[in-house]
């Protein structure tokens, strides 16, 4: 049966008989050579399907590529001027965009075996400035002088039997290098696998004193472990160490493989698998204290990564004319090749809490890095048409997840502590084991649920209405309590041994019996109740002695509509309540409902608009500003009431400060975007969006108004196959405010004075005072009785937060970014330029009371109005001339120019002044200004 | 042009009538097709590839290299994919007859005009369900995007997913301006750099989180990439736990580490203890350039602030590491 008789059969090579195929092959073979011909120096890399693992549905690694290939294959191939209907005019998106004129499409090779091929590689070199070792410029991508293999690709397909294999790769050798090979039956089922590493380098100013890095033990190169002599000595041999030290790059490179089989059991029924594993390897900023509460010193290290993550993936997907259901189940394991991290110490260390311990004790010091861990999920995804019930369609979701870790714990010291006493008790060899540990391992879990229902109807042809609940659910079960049993202490030994953080029984002569000794808790054996039922009153209030299992439940109930006003309008409001329970946070409950409308108009002339409104406004339930009394010393025993306690540790926080995740906000948010074509060859794009937020209880924390506004144009303009140009703009400006207040002191029985200037006192004004007019405006007496009211509230009045001592920050961001692009065919070459500029600016301005804080007049000179700008700005060109050579070779020149200049206070003076104080050392001189002009010279050939 | 083009009618409606009456005598009874004289209220049928590419060649010299062509032409499954183009543009005997009637084929472009809604359901007949199960009622659907407003599966523009530009963020990028200028920003994400797509956290076909998540919650899309901040830890931090973006900004930040705010002054917005320095003022003469010309340094200040003593932020699993300082 000829194919003239039979057009229902399809147009494949098997459909015609032995003559006609070669005649047909012929004819091929002829129109191949025309239009090699007219392709001259084209670049023939055909854009293979870069095979990387995942789908819009499920996992990561969705693109392949580097910097210089960024997922884009090569956009320097002709384009077909007769576009893709064989009318000089580009047709549109149904938003009105232009759609890109069509790549010239390349006749593949044929073989003997029936398979066809096509493939290209481009290699060179590069020179000029690939080196440049700047962090910034190198943050993400690995380029170096010298020869470069940029891509290549190969296709190749044997249509009688629908089989086909594509591989493609780039950057060939380098940390940022990606190979990718898929291959199957067109559809039927598929094999893909991949290598894909992205470096990521975080600072390349960084003076390291160690050996070692990468691995789980850093040795001081040129410095004695545990410091000499004194900090006072110690400090200038370290300044002399980091003179004759070089700067280093601290990076580390992700190096992933995967493969991915996906197959159509039928029809209606797929299945997929899938593999990845995952190596990180390298060293990133990390840092080291010693002591308690920062005081004995600190010094930036580098933490050593090598990790390896194991991903699984399965699942089956079944779809029909009503039905569709996604059935999948994942695991992750996640493994720390590297425990524990030890380090030599640099620093002279001055210890607390525990006594007679020489200084000269920490040579070292040892971290517990992340653990291993855990993921496992298991979902199910349902849809359902409802063809006879107003059109409807249900959905259903559940999800079931567990996160898991066990690792076994270290003891709280690898040292002895011989010698030495905490509160009386002696340390030797009580803390450097996991005897000390009230249990051995993590035994670490977070199990999740999720439940998601929806139905949709339409009661009209114009009306849609859905609905929606969804819950999810997270319930930690990981229990530790911070007690030694080996002798009965509450509490912490902080920091390899170098502090502490002990609750006792207050010493406060009043608070408790007298004779109660340092050691009364330590005979109830770590027993909490029999601690309680001792009734005394603890030293401090803010000793943690039990982790916080935090979770959560969430509640979302949504209900919406659209409604077609015309053929190409339409309007949707939608409302949501989100609802938040959580458990161990300063709000059992928070609320939230939004109101959404939305505006969709396709049928302005030439023109597409969108926009939407959303209001939303969050309450809760009473906050509480101290919701972590089980979880603290302050829950071993009664409240203190003696004269002279300090009180201020049993006071979390000051009753009107609202962490920002949890307090009331008020919410506006309006996008906008407007497409419209200018002329058959060119349109043009604006989209805005308003975002305010007003935090209307929060006195202090993040408060009053938070914005982001945001404005952008494009255009795109597309006059010819030979010339296409392009251009954006974006702006972007936000706000942020908080406030402050750096807390004073409560002790009961003191007398606090607050003063005309806003310091606070309790002693008499002395004579300058006096002098410069300040007087006592009031008094406020600290009792038993009223302590936590009195110290617990910010106020004029407040011993504790008195209001004088408030200071508040704004923030504000300003970022411009632009863009263009122009893209020319000459005839005999190819020109490709794209542009960027962004620049972006953050102040950071303060208000304070410098006499409330004790800040003289030479302090507030240096502190001015705020912090030094934070400035960043880069130029990013890129220019390609593309120029034949052959038929199916060309010359590529290759020319990028980088320019970035940074500025952050953070590291400002750190490169001059690395130790800018006893004990404080600062190796990362952070990211500095830099230029790179790269050229490259690339050869194209085609096969 | 006239001329020709009323010659290639001619010779689609000769090939149609061709169609027509091969299907009559030797076709399945499924396709079986009217005569072109029936009644204008009859469906209209199929008419069969060669007919189409009649008119349409130009247009076959790129489809021909597509994953639609291969699939439909090479191995289709069933009665709907062998039609060829007829599987995504509908029945064409009507087409054929009427070339200008907007209303006789399904197009997927702006000048044609064929409804949003009957453009998806085409593509939907062979693509619903899997990636795009929670499609109706996206936000994408809701704002009434077209298949085609992101994908042309009429060449191959993209090296996968048949979209209408040369990647996917390219692609998103069209209408997500705001997110390209992010991805310039001091801190991003490795997007511009090829590393990334927007998709590796987004499902652009809908999904039960209203920012369109691959995941059930923003830190189920975080952890794939970011397994070592999984946890559990012995000893937890709050807004960790809960959502990475109370402290990140997912596509971009002025600050170091995607932070939404500069460090100390983004801690300081949840900790002002009653003792000890969180809520102290941090300021100017704390730099390590200050304490060259007088100031006094802090390690709350310069380069990591608070992470200088506090470098476990994400949790800690040391039995002292209540303070996230081992």
């Not at chain 2, 990591?304 to 476990?312: D, F, G, L, M, V």
Request: hydrophobic share 35%; glycine share 8%.
């Amino acid at each position: 049966m000829s194919r003239l008789s039979d057009p229902s059969r399809t147009l494949g090579p098997n459909n015609l008989n032995r003559t006609g195929r070669r005649a047909n092959m012929k004819a091929r073979i002829r129109s191949r050579l025309k239009i090699l011909t007219l392709c001259v120096g084209a670049a023939v890399v055909q854009l293979a399907a870069a095979a990387a693992q995942a789908d819009t549905g499920v996992g990561v690694d969705t693109v392949l590529g580097n910097a210089l290939n960024p997922g884009t294959g090569n956009t320097m191939r002709d384009r077909d001027p007769a576009g893709l209907s064989g009318q000089p005019q580009t047709r549109r998106t149904p938003t009105g965009q232009l759609y890109e004129l069509p790549y010239l499409p390349v006749t593949p090779k044929a073989t003997e075996s029936g398979w066809t091929y096509s493939g290209s590689v481009e290699a060179g070199v590069l020179g000029g400035d690939a080196n440049e070792k700047n962090a910034t410029f190198r943050m993400y991508k690995d380029l170096d002088n010298g020869l470069y293999l940029n891509n290549f690709e190969v296709e190749a397909e044997k249509a009688d039997e629908a089989r086909f294999v594509e591989a493609v790769g780039g950057g060939v050798g380098r940390n940022d290098q990606y190979f990718g090979v898929e291959f199957g039956r067109y559809n039927d089922w598929k094999v893909e696998a991949f290598y894909n590493e992205t470096p990521h380098v975080f600072t390349s100013t960084y003076r390291s004193l160690w050996s070692g890095l990468g691995t789980d033990n850093l040795t001081l190169n040129a410095l004695t472990p545990g410091g000499t002599t004194s900090a006072a000595v110690t400090g200038p041999n370290i300044v002399n160490a980091l003179a004759a030290t070089e700067n280093s790059e601290l990076s580390l490179v992700r190096k992933k493989g995967g493969v991915r089989y996906d197959t159509n059991l039928s029809d209606a029924w797929k299945f997929f698998g899938s593999y990845s594993n995952e190596k990180r390897e390298g060293a990133r900023p990390f840092a080291a204290v010693f002591g308690g509460g920062g005081g004995g010193g600190n010094v930036e290290i580098p933490e050593s990564i090598d990790y390896n993550t194991h991903d699984l993936l399965a699942g089956l997907r079944y779809s029909d004319s009503l039905t569709s259901l996604n059935l999948q189940v994942a695991a992750s394991l996640f493994r720390n090749n590297i425990d524990t991290m030890t380090f030599d110490n640099p620093l002279f260390i001055t210890t607390n809490t525990i006594a007679g311990v020489p200084a000269t004790t920490f040579t070292q010091g040892r971290y517990d890095l992340y653990p291993d861990n855990d993921y496992y999920n298991a979902k199910g995804e349902y849809a359902r048409a409802l063809p006879d019930f107003y059109s409807g369609r249900f959905t259903a979701v559940a999800s079931l997840s567990r996160l898991r870790q066990n690792d076994n714990l270290i003891p709280p010291s690898m040292y002895p502590l011989t010698g030495g006493t905490i509160n009386g008790v002696s340390t030797a060899d009580n803390w450097n084991t996991t005897a000390a540990l009230s249990k051995s391992s993590a035994d670490a879990e977070i199990n999740i649920r999720l439940l998601d229902l929806g139905l949709a109807l339409n009661p009209t042809d114009a009306l849609n209405v859905k609905g929606k609940v969804r819950y999810y659910e997270t319930k930690n079960s990981t229990e530790y309590w911070a007690c030694n049993p080996l002798t009965g202490q509450w509490g912490r030994l902080l920091n390899d041994g170098s502090g502490g953080n002990f609750p006792i029984p207050n010493a406060t002569a009043g608070n408790n019996p007298v004779g109660t000794l340092n050691t009364a808790y330590n005979a109830a054996g770590c027993n909490l109740a029999a601690t309680q039922a001792l009734g005394l009153v603890p030293s401090a209030g803010n000793g943690g002695i039990r982790n916080i299992p935090f979770d959560y439940k969430q509640f979302n109930y949504t209900l919406g509509a659209d409604y077609r006003v015309s053929t190409a309008s339409s309007l949707n409001a939608t409302f949501e309540r989100e609802e938040y329970e959580r458990e161990y946070r300063e709000r059992d409950k928070t609320w939230e409902d939004k109101l959404k409308l939305g505006y969709t108009n396709r049928g302005i002339e030439d023109g597409t608009v969108r926009a939407s409104y959303e209001r939303t406004n969050r309450r809760g339930s009473e906050y509480h500003p101290d919701p972590y009394d089980p979880f603290f010393s302050t829950s071993l025993g009664p409240l203190p009431t003696a004269t002279g306690t300090n009180v201020a540790s049993w006071i979390h926080i000051m009753d009107s400060f609202r962490k920002f995740d949890l307090a009331d906000r008020d919410q506006n948010i309006l996008n906008a975007r407007f497409n419209y074509m200018v002329a058959t060859d060119l349109d043009v794009g604006v989209a805005l969006q308003y975002k305010d937020a007003r935090y209307p209880d929060s006195a202090y924390g993040r408060n009053d108004r938070q914005k982001q506004n945001s404005l952008s144009l494009d255009l795109n303009y597309q006059p010819s196959a030979e010339v296409a140009v392009y251009g954006f703009y974006s702006y972007q400006a936000s706000r942020m405010h908080q406030t402050g207040l750096q807390a004073n002191a409560c002790v009961i029985g003191t007398t606090y004075n607050f003063l005309s200037n806003g310091a606070v006192q309790t002693t008499a004004l002395t004579a300058a005072q006096i002098a410069a007019g300040i007087t006592i405006v009031s008094t406020t007496t600290v009792t038993a009785a009223d302590f936590l009211a009195v110290c617990g509230a910010a106020s004029d009045t407040s011993p504790l937060y008195p209001t004088s001592r408030t200071w508040d920050v704004t923030s504000e961001d300003r970022n411009d970014t632009l863009g263009m692009g122009l893209r020319y065919d000459f005839g005999k070459a190819k020109l490709d330029l794209n542009y960027t500029y962004s620049t972006s600016r953050t102040q950071i301005s303060y208000g304070y009371n410098a006499a409330a804080l004790g800040l003289t007049a030479a302090q507030e000179a240096l502190i001015g109005s705020g912090m030094p700008d934070l400035e960043f700005k880069q130029q990013i060109l890129d220019a390609s001339l593309l120029v034949p050579i052959s038929k199916a070779a060309a010359t590529r020149l290759f020319y990028r120019y980088e320019k970035g200049t940074i500025r952050d206070w953070h590291y400002d003076g750190v490169a001059q002044n690395p130790v800018p104080a006893t004990n404080a050392v600062y190796l990362d001189a952070g990211p500095q200004d830099y230029k790179a002009s790269v050229v490259g010279l690339f050869l194209q050939v085609a096969f | 042009m006239r001329i020709q083009n009323s010659l290639c009618i001619i010779r689609a409606r000769l090939a149609a009538v061709a169609a027509v009456t091969a299907l009559a005598l030797f076709g399945s009874p499924a396709m079986a097709a009217a005569p072109e004289s029936a009644p204008e209220s009859a469906p209209a049928t199929y008419v069969g590839e060669k007919a189409c590419l009649q008119c349409h060649e130009p247009a076959n010299k790129h489809f021909g290299h597509t994953l639609h062509a291969k699939v439909f032409r090479l191995n289709p499954k069933n009665d709907t994919e062998r039609q060829v183009c007829e599987a995504c543009h509908g029945p064409g005997s009507k087409h054929v007859s009427k070339v200008d009637d907007k209303n006789f084929i399904i197009s997927f472009t702006r000048e044609w005009g064929t409804p949003i809604e009957k453009q998806n359901t085409q593509c939907l007949q062979c693509h619903k369900g899997g990636q795009r199960l929670h499609w109706p009622g996206s936000t994408h659907a809701s704002n009434k995007l077209g298949c085609s407003d992101c994908h042309n599966p009429m060449a191959n523009a993209s090296a996968k997913g048949l979209l209408k530009k040369a990647s996917i963020s390219e692609t998103c990028y069209t209408c997500h301006q705001q997110q390209r200028a992010e991805f310039k920003k001091r801190s991003h994400m490795p997007v511009p750099e090829g590393k990334m797509s927007c998709e590796d956290c987004h499902n652009p076909h809908g999904s039960t989180t209203k920012p369109l998540l691959k995941a059930d919650s923003v830190n189920e899309v975080c952890y794939p990439c970011h397994a070592e901040k999984r946890g559990p830890f012995l000893w937890e931090h709050a807004p960790v736990r809960e959502n990475c973006i109370n402290c990140h900004s997912p596509h971009g930040s002025n600050h170091d580490k995607l932070l939404v705010s500069s460090r100390p002054q983004l801690c300081q917005q949840c900790h002002s203890p009653s003792v000890g320095h969180p809520g102290q003022f941090f300021r100017n003469d704390q730099t390590a350039a200050s304490a060259l010309i007088g100031g006094a340094q802090s390690a709350r200040v310069i380069g990591r602030s608070c992470q200088n003593c506090h470098t476990q932020i994400h949790g800690s699993n040391h039995p002292s590491g209540a303070r996230f300082q081992r």
